[in-house]
């Protein structure tokens, strides 16, 4: 009987080990859980951590999902702008103009970012983007085809972080 006992706390405190998502997360994914995570590098650098949440139908493209990404170094939200326009035109998301105006608007957004800071985008189906900044509210970009840009950079079949791509999608399927 002791033994069962023991067995079953042990089952109660790993189910509450689950972290339950952030409050911004959960406003737009109910039922919140991480697919999968995984660390961007560059030239053996770690730049940041990255965290795919999705709800019960998992990562589709009519359903809302976060990217939360916490850097682990200081970076000029300029660059970090110019770094996700350049991986949308690789991608062949959008036409020239699209990307310049996307680019322009991402300049306004994104912030320069030091250790531990989390940007977090909410990708909303038919609808386009929105940002945190570490749990806050910081932007929203009304513009779907942004969204399906923006978001491919991590999840697109053809990302240039293709290893970080299946760290994400993990466990990213419907439940």
Known sequence: MKKYLIA????????????????????????ARVAGKGAFT???????????????KGYQADAPFVLDLTYARK??????????ADEMEKLGAGTSAQRAAWLARMKEIFPDVKEGTHISGVFLPGAGARFYLDGKPLATVPDPEFA???FAIWLDPKTSAKGLRSALLKDAAPR
């Open 8 to 31: 079953v706390v042990l089952m109660f405190v790993a189910l509450g080990a689950a972290a339950a998502a952030p409050v911004h997360i959960d406003e737009h994914v109910k039922q």
């Open 42 to 56: 560059w030239f053996g650098l770690r730049i940041y951590d990255a965290e795919l949440w999705v709800g019960d």
């Open 75 to 84: 970076l000029d939200g300029v660059k970090i702008a110019q770094a996700s």
């Open 148 to 150: 399906r840009a923006f």
